[in-house]
C-alpha cells in the first residue's frame, strides 16, 4: 500500500543548478506534507513542510509546492550545493479518525549534486 | 540544540533473544515513535505513544514488540525473541504537538540479527 510514492530513486545536478525532487500521494486525507534529509546511518533530519491549506512554503534555498489536485508535492533546492548530496524522504501525515499523526514515508531519492 | 539520542548505535543480538532499544525523546515533547528501515527500503512506522499508552501500531508491532517509558524521560522499544527480519535501523522519533508539527528523530539503532 504505497500511499506515498517517489518515483525517482535517484537525482544528479550539477552545483549551481536548480535540484527538482518530486513525490505523489493517493490518500487524500493527508494534511500535512514534510521532507527530510537522510545521510547514511543516521536519523532524518526535518527540511521543510507544509500544510494542505497552502500551495507553496520557502526557506531559504528550499521550497515545497503543493499541489492537492493532482496530489503532488515537490522540493525545489536553487542552488544546489555538493552538501546537499544525500537521500531526501518525502512524508505525509493526517490526524484523521483517531490516527496519531503518524509519518507516511516515500521511498526516498539520493541526490546526487555534481561539483 | 534538543535532539533525540538513541542507544546503543548498533547492537548485534543472536536469533531468539531479547533486545532493548533506548531513546531519549526531547524533554517537553509529548508525542513518540519508533519507526524501522530494513535495508534498501523506506522508513516504516511502528508505532505511536501518547500519555503513557499505545495510542497506534502498525501490522509490523505484533506481541514481540513492546514499548514504555519507565522513568518518565526514557522510551524504549523491546523485541521479546528477534528474527532474523527484525534486523533493520530502528529509529526513535519524538514530536512537541499533535497537529502541523514536524517530528524530530533519533540518530538511529542498527539491530542485526545472527
Known amino acids: 500500500d504505497q500511499q506515498v510514492k517517489q518515483n525517482s530513486p535517484s537525482l544528479s545536478v550539477q552545483e549551481g543548478r536548480i535540484s527538482i525532487l518530486n513525490c505523489d500521494y493517493t490518500?487524500?486525507?493527508?494534511?500535512?506534507f514534510l521532507w527530510y534529509k537522510k545521510y547514511p546511518a543516521e536519523g532524518p533530519t526535518f527540511l521543510i513542510s507544509?500544510?494542505?491549506?497552502?500551495d507553496k512554503n520557502e526557506d531559504g534555498r528550499f521550497t515545497v509546492f503543493l499541489n492537492k489536485s493532482a496530489k503532488h508535492l515537490s522540493l525545489h533546492i536553487v542552488p544546489s550545493q555538493p552538501g546537499d548530496s544525500a537521500v531526501y524522504f518525502c512524508?505525509?501525515?493526517?490526524?484523521?479518525?483517531?490516527?496519531?499523526?503518524?509519518?507516511?514515508f516515500g521511498t526516498g531519492t539520493l541526490l546526487a549534486v555534481q561539483p | 540544540e534538543p535532539e533525540v539520542t538513541q542507544t546503543p548505535s548498533h547492537q548485534v543480538t543472536q536469533m531468539g533473544q531479547e533486545v532493548i532499544l533506548r531513546c531519549v525523546p526531547i524533554?517537553?515533547?509529548?508525542?513518540f515513535y519508533w519507526y524501522r528501515q530494513i535495508l534498501g527500503q523506506k522508513v516504516e512506522f511502528l508505532v505511536s505513544?501518547?500519555?503513557?499508552?499505545?495510542?497506534?501500531k502498525s501490522e509490523i508491532f505484533d506481541d514481540q514488540f513492546s514499548v514504555e517509558r519507565p522513568d518518565g524521560s526514557n522510551f524504549t522499544l523491546k523485541i521479546r525473541s528477534t528474527k532474523l527480519e527484525d534486523s533493520a535501523m530502528y529509529f526513535c522519533?519524538?514530536?512537541?504537538?499533535?497537529?502541523?508539527?514536524?517530528?524530530?528523530f533519533g540518530q538511529g539503532t542498527r539491530l542485526t540479527v545472527v
Open positions: 512524508a505525509a501525515s493526517g490526524f484523521y479518525g483517531g490516527a496519531t499523526n503518524k509519518l507516511i
Open positions: 490518500n487524500s486525507m493527508f494534511d500535512y
Open positions: 507544509i500544510s494542505s491549506i497552502k
Open positions: 524533554s517537553n515533547h509529548l508525542y
Open positions: 505513544f501518547y500519555n503513557n499508552e499505545i495510542s497506534e
Open positions: 522519533a519524538s514530536m512537541e504537538g499533535i497537529m502541523n508539527t514536524e517530528a524530530f
